[in-house]
């Protein structure tokens, strides 16, 4: 099985992912971790990874083909803004909360104030649109390529993981 697990910065996407792989016994691969790395290595912030993307379509490319590369081998759920348009996942889930929720959500992992949260999702979230649209013609807008769409805003991520392991299991009995 393959699960692509996409959706907006603070949605809950990660929360939600390590749970459903962990109950499906799938390998868990985030690429955001991989990017937050690479941004830690060469001693920059999300902001300014991102930007030097925006230049170097390098860092996003190398980071997209070791995502499908490793979908192609299966038993893995990957947690990633563009798996859902990458990888053919068995099933193919974006998540969504108002950006008050995501604000606070990003507030209280990074320890940043409401307002830095705000300012710090909205320039990630444009600089991903202009590198996604320029590099690959995505718009991630548009919903259409996912099985599942949920508000993280409305449910725990535990109802969440539960509703998801149902529609999953379907799958493994296939």
Known sequence: MIVTVSGEIGAGKSTVAKALARSLGLRYLA???????EARRRGLSLAAMGRLAEQDQTIDREIDRMQTDVARAGGVLVDSRL??????????????APLAVRAARVAARDGLSIEEALSALRGREESERRR???FYQ???T??????IVVDTGIWSAPEIVGALLLL????ERE
């Open 31 to 37: 690429t955001g971790e991989v990017f937050r790395e």
């Open 83 to 96: 798996s859902g348009w990458l990888i053919d996942g068995d099933l193919r889930i974006w998540f969504r």
């Open 132 to 134: 996604y649209q320029a």
């Open 138 to 140: 995505i718009d991630l």
């Open 142 to 147: 548009d919903l259409g390529r996912y099985h």
């Open 168 to 171: 999953a299991r379907r799958f």
